[in-house]
């Protein structure tokens, strides 16, 4: 089976929305 991309579950407090919406700044945060 081919894979399509990965699902990352993670429980998150405390955030700025802005941040949660900006993907390079959580892919930068969590990589």
Do not use: P, T
């Amino acid at each position: 089976m081919q894979s399509l991309g990965r699902h990352v579950l993670a429980e998150i407090y405390g955030c700025r929305f802005e941040v949660l919406n900006d993907i390079k700044k959580v892919e930068d945060i969590m990589v």
